[in-house]
C-alpha cells in the first residue's frame, strides 16, 4: 500500500455582479502554493484585528481576471494540476476521490461540472478515463446519488427502486449504497445522458423545497473494472477501482452549525453530513487520532460513504472554492482552515486485486 495526503488545492473565483456593483474589494492573493488572506481591518473595523494570514496549499489557482489569460487559471490548466497521476492511479487499482467544497456561489460546480465552453473536472475526468488504453478488458459503471437531510436517493432510480436507499458495509470493500442502480457507459455523451437526468432530478426537488440543491451533496461515481486473462494459467486477475467525484452542499451550513463545536441539535439537522465531515477532517488532522478506529465515520451518511476517501483506501483530492471579496471574509476564512486542515490526513491506498482461478 501507498501512504499520501490528501491534496488540496484552493481556486477563487472572478468578483460576481453583486461584488462587482457594490465595489468589493478583493482579499485574495496568491504566490505560488500560498493562498493570503488580507486582514480584516476594513471588513470588521472595531473588531480584534488580525494581519495578513497565510495558508499553505498543494495547488493555488488564481481564477479571479479572465481578461488577464497569463494569470487566469482555467478549467484546463485546473485539470491538468489535479488529474495528474489520477487516471493512472485509477487502473492501477486504486480509488480515488475529489471533491469540492465552499460555500455556495463559491465556484464549485463551475470547476466540477463546468459549462457547455468550458467543461469542467466531471466532463474532463470522465473523457480521459474512457480514452486510457488497457492490456485488460475494461468495463465502466456509472452510479449517481444524493444526500439530503441524511436520506440518500438515487438520481438514476430506475422506476421500481425504492426512493430512500440505505447504507451498508461490505468488511472488505467497506460502504456501499444498497440497490443504487449501476449504468454501463462507453463514452462521455453517454454520461451525459445520465447526468443530466440525475441533474434534473436534484433541480425538481429544488423547486419544491427552499434552496434545497445547495443543502445537498452530490456523489457521482465511476466504477471501472479491469480484467487480465492469463492464456498460459488461465487464471484471471481483476483490478476494481472507484472514481468519486463529490459536489458537496454550501460549507456556510457547517460553519454555522456544528464545526465549531456547538451543539449538533442548533443546525436542526439541516446539513448533519458536512457539520461530521468537518469533524472528521478536525480528528484526523490530530495525529493520535490517524488509525481509523477512533474516527466515527458512521455518525453521518456522507462521512460513512466518504470513509475510504477520508484516511482510507484511497487516493484523494479536495478542491476548495472562494470569493475574492471582502463581504465574504468569514466563510471565506473558515474554508481556508477547513481545506488546511484537509491537507493533514494521510491515506492509505491499496491497489483492489483479485484473483480468480
Ligand atoms: P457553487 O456551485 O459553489 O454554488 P457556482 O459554481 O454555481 O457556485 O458559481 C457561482 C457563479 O460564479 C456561477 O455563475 C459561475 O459561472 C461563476 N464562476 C464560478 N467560478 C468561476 C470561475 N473560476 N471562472 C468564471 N466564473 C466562475
Not at 467543461?119 to 468495463?139: H, W
Not at 472488505?172 to 440525475?198: M, N
Not at 445537498?216 to 487480465?228: D, E, G, P
Request: glycine share 6%; charged share 25%.
Amino acid at each position: 500500500s501507498e501512504r499520501s495526503n490528501v491534496r488540496v488545492a484552493v481556486r477563487v473565483r472572478p468578483m460576481n455582479q453583486r461584488e462587482k456593483a457594490k465595489q468589493s474589494s478583493c482579499v485574495i492573493s496568491m504566490n505560488e502554493n500560498k493562498t493570503i488572506l488580507q486582514s480584516n481591518a476594513a471588513v470588521s473595523p472595531g473588531k480584534v484585528q488580525k494581519g495578513p494570514t497565510e495558508f499553505i496549499f498543494d495547488h493555488c489557482f488564481w481564477s479571479t481576471d479572465d481578461s488577464d489569460p497569463d494569470n487566469y487559471a482555467g478549467q484546463e490548466e485546473v485539470f491538468r494540476t489535479l488529474g495528474e497521476g489520477i487516471i493512472e492511479n485509477t487502473y492501477q487499482g486504486y480509488n480515488v476521490c475529489i471533491f469540492a467544497y465552499g460555500q455556495t456561489g463559491s465556484g464549485k460546480t463551475y470547476s466540477m461540472m463546468g459549462t457547455d465552453d468550458e467543461p469542467g473536472l466531471i466532463p474532463r475526468f470522465c473523457s480521459a478515463l474512457l480514452n486510457k488504453e488497457s492490456k485488460g478488458t475494461v468495463t465502466v459503471e456509472l452510479s449517481y446519488m444524493e444526500i439530503y437531510n441524511e436520506k440518500v436517493r438515487d438520481l438514476l432510480k430506475l422506476k421500481k427502486s425504492k426512493t430512500e436507499l440505505s447504507v451498508r458495509e461490505h468488511n472488505i470493500l467497506g460502504p456501499y449504497v444498497e440497490g443504487l442502480s449501476q449504468h454501463a457507459v462507453s463514452t462521455w455523451e453517454d454520461i451525459k445522458l445520465l447526468l443530466v437526468a440525475g441533474n434534473k432530478c436534484r433541480t425538481t426537488a429544488a423547486t419544491k423545497m427552499n434552496e434545497e440543491s445547495s443543502r445537498s451533496h452530490a456523489i457521482f461515481t465511476l466504477t471501472i473494472t479491469q480484467i487480465f486473462h492469463n492464456q498460459e494459467s488461465g487464471t484471471s486477475k481483476e483490478l476494481n477501482s472507484k472514481f468519486n467525484l463529490v459536489d458537496l452542499a454550501g460549507s456556510e451550513r457547517a460553519s454555522k452549525s456544528g464545526a465549531q463545536g456547538k451543539r449538533l441539535v442548533e443546525s436542526g439537522n439541516i446539513n448533519k453530513s458536512l457539520t461530521f465531515l468537518g469533524r472528521v477532517i478536525s480528528s484526523l488532522a490530530e495525529e493520535k487520532n490517524r488509525r481509523q478506529s477512533y474516527v466515527s465515520y458512521r455518525e453521518s451518511v456522507l462521512t460513512w460513504l466518504l470513509k475510504n476517501s477520508l484516511g482510507g483506501n484511497s487516493k484523494t483530492v479536495m478542491l476548495a472554492t472562494i470569493s475574492p471579496a471582502d463581504d465574504n471574509y468569514g466563510e471565506t476564512h473558515s474554508t481556508l482552515v477547513y481545506a488546511e486542515r484537509a491537507r493533514k490526513i494521510v491515506n492509505e491506498a491499496t491497489v483492489n486485486e483479485d484473483t480468480k482461478f
